[in-house]
């Protein structure tokens, strides 16, 4: 048994015999290299209530090398890719450290969704909509923590998969529904005029700032 | 299924959480003694300047990893491989806790089904003594390895203000083999390939002087520490290598010289001794009773070399099975391609019909027109055909 086989083993001993943290480590298939870590949503914040499923592969020069986390639960966050879940953290790419372990890592991640990082952004429009107008931005978040990161969620994927079709989109991307309405009475499709007003940040104070014109000129390219 | 799994992998651990989980202070205990890298029992202890403890061998994994930048792991203050100093006394608590540990593990969980009042005064008293062993000579050690440092001051502060140009005079540390040396010899020191200079061997008499002066000066400054570091003289650490400058004839007589295979390409030589040095020198780190013997760290190094060309050759099957999924992909998808490529056609031609344009792929090849002509008549046909396929590709990437 190699060393790194043996670590992970005991992290995940750690991991399962610590009832204090809420940190859960499950295996997904046979190898202790891809595991699935799960943590819930801290208190306090818009995440709260929800459970969040991190992926983990360990690579084969760990712990000298970082692991490789990504969200598989959607996270509406500016250092979240909001399309592939791909974290922004510095300690998942040069502040690595080889005494960090994967219980270590799961709660910096947690502590992430405290303290979000907009200057950093993995996720610019997010991030974008988080420094114009922090209520909106939470009011998504929330709302994404209710839609994906539910626990009842996470019993079945493909369910939730389906039932996303069925949920707000507008409330998804963060937009008000009286703008999106006002767009499609001119006759473009929703989810154009939803691709559109999420790029153009029409939220918060910006729809002062942003011409109607400007926003037809785009639904017309 | 995955519990149970779970439940196999973890049988298989000795760690912390072995101790009941009412005995905390006892998980703490056991975590103390612990490398913080590999989560296992120190093996050849060795403390950093900044005072944390690691296992020899994990720290010097740790600072070759060019990601770590040469940062302690637990606290990033700078290290080097030169500043390792031996912790026997580390190495005694972790001997001393192997053995104690069954028979502490064994009370702690008789002490479960008994009283639980008369016991933990008792086992308290045990864990302060142990703590206070561990945290004692750590203590010592350190405050040694600042004195032993502070004692080396021109070789330790000459390199580090490495803004200005010490005194000829001076005494500094090699940059590449942390030998120290007067300034004024280095530089013939460095084009000599950092050869060992001993007084035995005839060798170009700046370096030869540069070693008794190293004497001299080391008798002087350091005669404690040179004795502690080096507890038999049979046995030197390897110095460090730049390989670059090294020819390949001549690093095969490096291997050759440590008994090393010398099969294999440069890289390969170039991964076996970086690895074998630091086997070598990770081994040095230990009490001398608890050395591995040549032969073993010969086995280790075999063994190390096999997992590595193991890994290097399923990734190479990894590769390889990448590549043909891509073609198997186009297949499949042939015919959604072609159709994207008509639709996507009549956009930009303006317009022009479904019909057109399947035949517009067919004759009009831009790319291959050049490389038609070129090939003999008969596998023309050939190469159509192929274009029609490198259309589909170009589909696919401009969708």
Not at chain 1, 165 to 188: P, S
Not at chain 2, 276 to 297: G, H, V
Request: glycine residues 4%; hydrophobic residues 35%.
């Amino acid at each position: 048994m190699d060393a790194r086989l043996r670590r992970v083993n005991k992290e995940i001993a750690d991991c399962k015999n610590d009832k204090t943290s809420n940190i859960r480590i499950d295996l997904v298939d046979s190898s202790p290299f891809h595991l699935k870590g799960s943590f819930p949503g801290p208190e306090d914040t818009p995440y709260q209530g929800g459970l969040f499923e991190v992926d983990i592969v360990i690579p084969e020069s760990y712990p000298f090398q970082p692991v490789k986390m990504k969200f598989i639960t959607k996270v509406y966050h500016p250092n979240v890719s909001s399309a592939s879940g791909a974290i922004c953290l510095d300690i998942l790419k040069d502040a690595w450290s080889p005494v960090l372990t994967l219980k270590s890592t799961l709660i910096s991640l947690q502590s992430l969704l405290c303290s979000p990082e907009p200057n950093d952004p993995q996720d610019a429009e997010v991030a974008k909509h988080y420094t114009t107008s922090k209520r909106s931005f939470e009011e998504t978040a929330v709302y994404w923590t209710k839609t994906y990161a539910t626990p009842k969620d996470d019993a079945q994927v493909p369910s939730g998969a389906a039932a996303a079709g069925g949920r707000d989109e507008v409330a998804i991307a963060g937009l008000e529904k009286a703008h999106v309405d006002q767009f499609e009475a001119l006759g473009f499709p929703r989810a154009k005029v939803i691709d559109v007003l999420r790029r153009l940040n029409y939220r918060g104070a910006n729809v002062a700032q942003i011409n109607d014109d400007r926003i037809v000129e785009e639904l017309l390219k | 299924m995955n519990s149970n799994k779970v439940g196999a992998l973890l049988a298989l651990v000795e760690d912390p959480t072995d101790f009941p989980a009412n005995a905390p202070s006892l998980r703490t205990l056991d975590a103390a003694v612990r490398c913080p890298i590999c989560s296992e029992y120190f093996a050849g202890p060795v403390s950093l300047l900044c005072g944390h403890c690691f296992c020899s061998l994990c720290i010097r994994n740790a600072i070759a990893t060019p990601a770590s930048k040469a940062q302690c792991p637990t606290c990033r203050t700078h290290v080097s491989e030169s500043q390792l100093r031996p912790n026997p006394g580390m190495e005694d608590v972790v001997s001393a806790w192997k053995l104690a540990r069954p028979c502490v593990l064994g009370l702690a969980s008789k002490q479960l089904e008994e009283d639980v009042v008369g016991e933990p005064a008792k086992k308290k008293r045990k864990l302060d003594d142990d703590s206070s062993r561990v945290a004692g000579p750590s203590r010592t050690s350190s405050t040694e390895s600042t004195s032993r440092s502070d004692a080396d001051v021109p070789s330790s502060s000459a390199p580090a203000g490495e803004g200005h140009v010490p005194k000829p005079d001076f005494v500094v540390a090699c940059p590449l083999c942390t030998q120290s040396m007067k300034y004024k010899f280095l530089e013939a020191h460095m084009t000599n390939n950092c050869a060992p200079v001993s007084p035995s061997k005839p060798s170009a008499p700046p370096t030869s002087k540069s070693k008794s002066q190293k004497n001299a000066w080391s008798d002087i400054m350091a005669p404690k520490s040179r004795g502690k570091d080096k507890d038999t003289s049979d046995a030197d650490h390897i110095p460090k290598v730049s390989y670059d400058t090294l020819k390949d004839r001549q690093l095969k007589d490096k291997l050759a010289e440590l008994g090393l295979p010398t099969g294999g390409d440069r890289a390969a030589w170039i991964a076996r001794h970086q690895r074998w040095s630091m086997l070598w020198n990770a081994n040095l780190d230990r009490a001398p009773a608890k050395r591995q013997s040549k032969a073993e760290l010969l086995k280790e190094l075999r063994k190390w070399e096999d997992e590595r060309a193991a890994l290097r050759s399923k990734q190479k099957r990894e590769k390889e099975k990448e590549k043909p999924d891509d073609h198997a992909h186009l297949k499949t998808h042939n015919a959604e391609f072609k159709k994207l490529v008509a639709a996507a056609r009549p956009k930009s031609k303006g317009g022009a019909t479904n019909k057109e344009v399947e035949v517009g792929i067919d004759t009009s090849p831009p790319p291959s027109s050049a490389v038609a002509p070129s090939l003999d008549l008969n596998s023309e046909a050939d190469v159509i055909v192929v274009d029609s396929d490198d259309e589909d590709e170009k589909g696919k990437a401009d969708l």
